[in-house]
T-cell receptor
């Protein structure tokens, strides 16, 4: 596609439920990133995929968070047993290769009630 | 450890005045540096980037930034602010060895006064 696409754009879920957030990167981009942006905060790195290499998961805040990237393209971020503190905007980005400028999607606004 | 510091979470300027948004970085290896802009309820849009070569880089919408290694700075400037420049601006550094990720500053919200 023309840009990074994220779905859904908004998600309201009950505390304790699982959620899946989807990211469709720009075609041909080998690097894919997930970030979290909380109100009044900067961007918190979550996870990074580069080609067929093992992902850098060093930013995942707990074992309730996981992500996968299938076929080197679409990625899904899963949050299990959601908590209120998980409420944030989750941003996905992709880049042609490592260290090149990243292109961001519009984000998924997650609200846990 | 690599990090980015943006001085001033909020900056106000008058329309037509100089815009200066400050960014300092810490990196043990030559950095790749970026400025992004975020308009309300939107994702981040790349303004400009520094990788290697010329230390003064020009970006979109009349913005530019200068990489100063001796000062570990990458400040963003625009000679004349426009109302449409009101947004949040993020400085970022690309770090890693083999695998890379972006470390972002906490952002500076720019307000432009009529």
């Amino acid at each position: 596609g023309a840009g990074v696409s994220q779905s859904p754009s908004n998600k309201v879920t009950e505390k304790g439920k699982d959620v899946e957030l989807r990211c469709d990167p720009i075609s041909g981009h080998t690097a894919l990133y997930w970030y979290r942006q909380s109100l009044g905060q900067g961007l918190e790195f979550l996870i990074y995929f580069q080609g067929n290499s093992a992902p850098d998961k060093s930013g995942l805040p707990s074992d309730r968070f996981s992500a996968e990237r299938t076929g080197g393209s679409v990625s899904t971020l899963t949050i299990q047993r959601t908590q209120q503190e998980d409420s944030a905007v989750y941003l996905c980005a992709s880049s042609p290769q490592s260290r090149e400028a990243a292109f961001f999607g519009q984000g998924t606004r997650l609200t846990v009630v | 450890a690599q990090s980015v510091t943006q001085l001033g979470s909020h900056v106000s300027v008058s329309e037509g005045a100089l815009v200066l948004l400050r960014c300092n970085y810490s990196s043990s290896v030559p950095p790749y540096l970026f400025w992004y802009v975020q308009y309300p309820n939107q994702g981040l849009q790349l303004l400009l980037k520094y990788t290697t070569g010329a230390t003064l880089v020009k970006g979109i919408n009349g913005f530019e930034a200068e990489f100063k290694k001796s000062e570990t700075s990458f400040h963003l400037t625009k000679p004349s602010a426009h109302m449409s420049d009101a947004a949040e601006y993020f400085c970022a550094v690309s770090v890693g060895s083999g695998t890379y990720k972006y470390i972002f500053g906490t952002g500076t919200r720019l307000k432009v006064l009529a």
